[in-house]
């Protein structure tokens, strides 16, 4: 275990010096804020201060804006939402994380890995609507690792940063904290095995200190269960019976809660 965090260290230092100047300039906002964004446009039910999250299952999750733009996390053959994206983040670590033949009416497909092997660069504003990302490492097969194979998803949306961790493979440095910025919401896989241990994502958890935490990716009521029963120690945990809410920052906890949305 040693060995293997020591090797994801090595390679999260080699992810950060690789994400260069531009990485850099993006730390100065707390969570890089969404003021260039285009003006308003065809708002919907939604106020300008209200997102809506649907949890659609396993790591996939539904966010709409007040314009209107939806965006799909994990998009792929398997999970996908009843309505086709504007936005679709992907992963790579298997195939439940991406798709190879996303719909084609998608407007942007965001793949948090690049196929030459070096780390991938997102920064998309489109509506009221910015998604960025900042990479991490994952295992492969064989015990091994590979660099910059995950991303975590970072979206802006009315005065809220909302962020996806992914298919996270081990726990963040420093820089990659603040490269992530203040997030008011994180989308967490708890499954304490195919990502890593639940250990490990509290500790990752505690340093984002988020305001809401959604569990994903946990399989079963057992694997959700040992995660809660973990977390409990350091949040409170609340049950919703519903797969869809409605977020702002007037309606977020003022401290770090968990939040269990019905799904897998």
Not at 58 to 65: A, C, K, N, P
Not at 97 to 114: C, E, F, M, Q, T
Not at 219 to 245: H, K, Q
Request: glycine share 6%.
């Amino acid at each position: 275990m040693l060995a293997a965090r020591l090797l994801f260290s090595t390679l999260a230092a080699l992810a950060i010096a690789a994400c260069g100047s531009a990485a850099s300039a993006q730390i100065a906002d707390r969570c890089l804020a969404v003021s260039q964004a285009p003006r308003l446009i065809q708002p919907v039910a939604l106020k300008k201060s209200e997102v809506q999250l649907t949890f659609v299952g396993h790591s996939t999750w539904l966010i709409e804006s007040a314009a209107g733009v939806r965006a799909a996390t994990d998009y792929n053959d398997y999970v996908r939402p009843p309505v086709v994206p504007d936005i679709a983040t992907m992963n790579r670590a298997h195939t439940t994380h991406y798709s190879n033949a996303p719909d084609p009416a998608i407007k942007h497909v965001l793949r948090g890995w690049s196929t030459d092997g070096g780390p991938v660069k997102h920064d998309l504003t489109y509506n009221d609507v910015r998604v960025r990302n900042v990479v991490t490492n994952i295992r492969d097969w064989a015990g091994g690792a590979i660099a910059y194979g995950n991303s975590i998803f970072v979206f802006e949306i009315a005065g809220l940063c909302i962020g996806h961790l992914g298919h996270l493979h081990h726990t963040l440095t420093e820089q990659q904290i603040g490269q992530i910025g203040q997030l008011d919401v994180v989308l967490v896989p708890v499954d304490g095995s195919y990502t890593m241990d639940v250990s490990g994502m509290v500790e990752v958890l505690r340093a984002l200190r988020a305001r809401l935490i959604l569990p994903m990716h946990y399989f079963n009521p057992y694997t959700l269960e040992r995660f809660l029963e973990r977390i409990r120690g350091d949040f409170p945990v609340e049950m919703s019976d519903t797969a869809t809410i409605v977020v702002s920052q007037a309606t977020l906890p003022s401290e770090p809660k968990v939040l269990v949305l019905p799904g897998n």
